[in-house]
Nanobody, 115 residues
Framework: QVQLVESGGGLVQPGGSLRLSCAAS????????MGWHRQAPGKERELVAT???????NYADSAKGRFTISRDNAKNTVYLQMNSRKPEDTAVYYC?????????WGQGTLVTVSS
């Protein structure tokens, strides 16, 4: 069973930057697609960004130009660099791993954007 552990959440001021990390257990990481999702208070979970095993990326409109997803297969880790943070980015951010029928989630890390 794959385990995903997110880190890097916290409080950031509007306009600031933050980088989230998600470490995965097991060897399947390098052949799996990875993604970041978020869930704001009172809202449904939504996709933020994905990266394929080959490095192809996809972003939600709200993330384009501000967020960057990347992966380090040697470290079994996927990152989400978030710049120009806005209060509406406040949410719990979840890491996701997908490979065929395998669909694993981390426990989430809270990011709060506030002055």
């Amino acid at each position: 069973q794959v385990q995903l552990v997110e880190s890097g959440g916290g409080l950031v001021q509007p306009g600031g930057s933050l980088r989230l990390s998600c470490a995965a257990s097991g060897s399947i990481f390098r052949i799996a697609a990875m993604g970041w999702h978020r869930q704001a208070p009172g809202k449904e979970r939504e996709l933020v960004a994905t990266i394929s095993s080959g490095g192809n990326t996809n972003y939600a409109d709200s993330a384009k130009g501000r967020f960057t997803i990347s992966r380090d297969n040697a470290k079994n880790t996927v990152y989400l660099q978030m710049n120009s943070r806005k209060p509406e980015d406040t949410a719990v951010y979840y890491c996701n791993l997908r490979r065929f029928t395998l669909d694993a989630w981390g426990q989430g890390t809270l990011v709060t954007v506030s002055s």
